[in-house]
């Protein structure tokens, strides 16, 4: 199925704008978006299954009376299919409860240019191509050891392009890919199996390295085989974009979305200036940041993406905003409205979360440590407590260090504590950055964390 | 509109193209029609009164023993015969390095229809109406205590009906019927910061808002609040516990529940040597179950149009069954179990679980505290996590320390973790209640389910404490 042109993205979402207004709607703002995705997966060691997702719809946002009413369909071809989700949307408007706070849809303003976003050679992948890297990825994860058992994963190609319009005047197209593979590993010998093991690469232009993310997850798993256990006590640990981007998503990443300051949820209301966190400790929030896996033109309400300060050097700078908190405030919008595809309305959140890189290689860091652990993957960040930022978590596995050298990995191993005071324990920054979902982040070494051991 | 026969003539079509132009040894279509109605409310603020509407077909073939899928938003049959034909043409081509093709169990052919009988439709039920509802809780859980610093309320339910044709003969349609909303209230005081949610879902209908009001459910979430502000961290270590049936629930599903999963244990999960073997006590006998009328993770046929059964996964404290769909199940010779679930439309089955649970026994509440020494009560959780090599973690979020056999003082942010095949031979007491929850599991997918089960004692397990 061919892609829908901008064109035609455009005038879905005026048009939709336009009915509403028509039907006696304040505002209106309506959202299309198509995503194709082509996958090649793996299971149980082989390729054995492949997917081709085609999913295009359109929401849309109306006012009425301080009232806000949201329809979604995913039938979009023909135009009379636009009216019945606007007048939906009208008629959940006009039973809601208005909202004295409203302020108004976001209003126009100048888009930045964006870069390495979208590339073609993307585009044009075949199946074929797609089956060729999985094969790569595989054989390069078999050839590491005979224990090692990749278990799942795959190679996926995407498009998505997006439009959007607004009664303020508001018009937006942007479109972009992404491509990624992936490997999940254990390791067995005789009764022991270690913990899943995962790497990957995913880049918005054609940047892959298959073999070594094969190569890289048996690895692991391999380390992971021989464990002793650790004792219980509070010291070092290195954790790497695995640990931070789960660990932060439910934690500190709450605490700078305005409307959690708003909504008194965040530790950090009324400290904006104050020093909150380690000196080492910058962070941006960069929608605009060069082949960021989140980076494009604009938010969900096509409010331009820029390059917030959340965090500089220590001193918290900014929280983040969509339209609706931002209005509350008196500010503007960050550009931070997200949303999923079609089927939501828009709501706070981090676009390229960019923690900024020191200079201490990951050699450097390990061998700079007496004592501690190195942490790659956790269990049970999500049941962290969203507003006091309390954790208590399992490292799936760690590994110990001992007088700057990995010596062995070690089961079953708890991080309790609090990421407010974590943050403010942040000795070492790694110079080694990598793109994670939102996250941007290198190693950062920690200083008195809470360990139960076994 | 396509009225059914039509439909059905369609995705017959479709399956027909796939095994007599493309030469899939298997086909099968879903289409889904379906009509969802959401709801957030903040601080008795409606963010947004929403609806939408999801219609389309997904795909799936066989083809030399590899899978191909593909999925559309569309219900037309041009764009459909390309969505076949690519479908094949990817399978074939992944076919190429196939080691071990796949092959499905057999099952026998099914034509039905299922009428889902809420005594309340929440599609005949007004916006108005579910908003009333929803600010009922909100209002509750805010006038609660003037500590309460906010309440979100998300409702949602989903009515509608899905279509399975497959090219071996069977042709189900099913209702779909699901009403779930999820409270989560926050409080403050003198720099301390707790929060507190809770989930309610049903398969029935809206009666479920009769079986529980607005305002109870409100003040529920908002107590839990409130007292956490006065509880302290526990202290990390190995403990004996009491765990409520929410989080019994919670270890079922993530201790044993994903581990039991057929994939998972192809996969290389700890179970897959241990099928028959005892790796609990005696006290342990866990269920999945489909068949519970009304529960969340309840339903008639799978997404591959096998009926969904009461499925023994331990006994006794003895492996005694795995949660499959046909083409595990050919591979461990046994009978599908109704397992396979796609979440919608864009997405393949996969094995999920659906009501996850762990059998009563004969214990009160009191027998398993009172030789309780120094402990603690988990009643209440905010999530768990499992991995293949037996590692589990359940994060709680309403805990008490046991002393001398008594509940004490409260304790926050608490999770306990092991291992699953150590863990199941310490559990030493199981109770006569039993309570079923609501929940979602995802899996690369979501997934509507239910878990629980008695309070129980487990003997040791390491808890996670900052203190």
């Known amino acids: ?454 | 509109l396509k009225g059914q026969i039509t439909l059905k003539d369609l995705l017959t079509k479709i399956n027909n193209t796939a095994t007599q132009k493309f030469g899939a040894q298997y086909a099968e279509a879903r289409a889904q029609k379906l009509y969802k109605t959401a709801l957030t409310l903040k601080e008795e603020r409606v963010e947004a009164a929403k609806q939408g509407i999801e219609n389309g077909v997904a795909i799936r073939v066989l083809v030399n023993g590899a899978w191909g899928f593909a999925s559309v938003g569309s219900l037309d049959s041009v764009i459909l015969e390309g969505a076949v034909s690519d479908a094949c043409r990817m399978a074939k081509l992944a076919s190429a390095r196939l080691k071990t093709p796949i092959k499905l169990a057999a099952v026998k052919v099914v034509e039905d229809r299922v009428l889902s009988k809420p005594k309340k439709n929440p599609a005949d039920i007004q916006m108005e109406e579910k908003i009333k509802t929803a600010l009922g809780v909100n209002k509750a859980s805010l006038g609660f205590d003037k500590r309460i610093k906010s309440c979100s309320v998300d409702y949602f339910d989903l009515t509608g009906s899905s279509f399975f044709v497959s090219s071996e003969g069977s042709s189900i349609e099913q209702d779909k019927l699901y009403v779930w909303a999820r409270i989560t209230a926050s409080a403050q005081n003198e720099g301390i910061f707790t929060f507190s949610k809770e989930e309610i879902g049903s398969t029935k209908g809206y009666e479920l808002f009769d079986e529980q009001t607005s305002e109870a459910l409100g003040e529920k979430v908002a107590k839990r609040a409130i007292e956490q502000l006065n509880a302290k961290s526990p202290r990390g270590g190995k403990f004996p516990v009491v765990l409520g049936p929410s989080v019994v629930g919670v270890f079922v599903h993530e201790a044993f529940g994903h581990l039991a999963e057929a994939d998972l244990a192809l996969s290389g999960g700890v179970l897959a040597n241990n099928f028959g073997k005892k790796i609990g006590s005696n006290l342990v006998t866990f269920y999945d179950d489909g068949t519970i009328e009304g529960a969340f993770g309840t339903f008639k046929y799978d997404d591959e149009g096998v009926p969904s059964h009461k499925t023994l996964l331990i006994k006794d404290g003895v492996v005694s069954g795995l949660m499959h769909n046909r083409e595990t199940a050919q591979k461990f010779n046994a009978e599908p179990t109704g397992n396979a679930r796609a979440e919608d439309f864009r997405v393949e089955p996969i094995i999920r679980m659906r009501c996850t649970y762990m059998a009563p026994r004969d214990q009160t509440f009191e027998e398993l505290i009172e030789d309780v020494k120094s402990g603690y009560y988990f009643k209440s959780f905010r999530g768990g996590q499992a991995n293949l090599d037996g590692t589990f973690q359940v994060g709680i979020q309403e805990g008490y320390e046991i002393e001398n056999g008594e509940i004490g003082a409260p304790v926050r942010n608490a999770s306990i973790s092991g291992n699953t095949l150590e863990t199941l031979h310490q559990v030493s007491g199981v109770g006569k209640d039993f309570l079923l929850d609501p929940g979602r599991c995802g899996k690369g997918q979501t997934a509507f389910i239910s878990d629980g089960g008695p309070h129980i004692r487990i003997s040791k397990v390491v808890v996670g404490g900052s203190a």
């Open chain 1, 1 to 454: 199925v061919a892609v829908l042109e901008k064109n035609t993205m455009i005038s879905l979402a005026e048009n939709a704008v336009k009915a509403a207004l028509n039907m006696g709607a304040v505002e209106a703002e309506a959202y299309v978006y198509e995503g194709q995705a082509s996958n090649i997966g793996i299971e149980l060691g082989q390729i054995s299954k492949t997917n081709r997702i085609i999913d295009r719809g359109l929401g849309i946002r109306v006012v009425a009376n301080k009232a806000i009413g949201f329809a979604y369909t995913n039938i979009v071809e023909a135009a009379e299919a636009v009216e019945k989700p606007v007048a939906s949307a009208l008629s959940a408007a006009r039973v809601s409860k208005p909202d004295p706070d409203w302020n108004g849809l976001p209003q126009k303003k100048p888009y930045a240019n964006t870069a390495k976003t979208f590339d073609k050679k993307i585009v044009a992948l075949s199946s074929e191509d797609l089956v060729q890297i999985a094969a790569t990825m595989l054989d390069a994860a078999g050839q590491v050891d005979k224990r090692v058992f990749p278990i799942e994963g795959g190679v996926g190609s995407g498009y998505i392009s997006t439009a959007i319009a607004n009664s303020n005047g508001i018009t937006g197209f942007d479109k972009g890919t992404v491509i990624e593979c992936s490997v999940a590993t254990l390791a067995k010998e005789n009764n022991t199996v270690t913990p899943v093991c995962f790497e990957f690469n995913a880049a918005r232009n054609y940047d892959l390295d298959p073999a070594w993310v094969g190569k890289q997850a048996a690895k692991m798993a391999v380390s992971a085989l021989k464990t002793k256990p650790v004792e219980t006590k509070s010291g070092k640990v290195i954790l790497t974009q695995f640990a931070l981007q789960e660990l932060l998503a439910y934690t500190l990443i709450n605490a700078i979305r305005a409307d959690s300051v708003q909504r008194d949820q965040s530790p950090f209301k009324g400290k904006l200036g104050e020093k909150v966190a380690s000196e080492n400790l910058t962070i941006y929030d960069d929608g605009l940041f060069v082949g960021g896996l989140r980076t494009g033109a604009f938010d969900g309400e096509g409010v331009p993406h820029q390059k917030t300060a959340v965090i500089e050097k220590g001193v918290l700078r900014n929280f983040l905003y969509d339209n609706y908190s931002a209005k509350k405030d008196g500010k503007e919008s960050t550009g931070n409205a997200s949303r999923a595809g079609y089927l939501s309305t828009p709501g706070i959140d981090t676009t390229n979360f960019h923690i900024m890189p020191g200079n201490k290689s990951s050699g450097e860091m390990l061998s700079e440590v007496d004592d501690g652990l190195i942490v790659y993957y956790l269990q049970g960040a999500h049941s962290s407590n969203p507003v006091s930022g309390e954790f208590s978590v399992v490292a799936t596995p760690a590994w110990k260090i001992k007088n700057g050298e990995i010596t062995h990995c070690s089961r079953g191993v708890m991080l309790a504590g609090n990421i407010f005071e974590l943050v403010k324990n942040i000795s070492v920054v790694g110079d080694n950055e990598r793109q994670m979902g939102q996250l941007i982040s290198p190693w950062l070494q920690v200083e008195n964390v809470r360990v139960i051991g076994q």
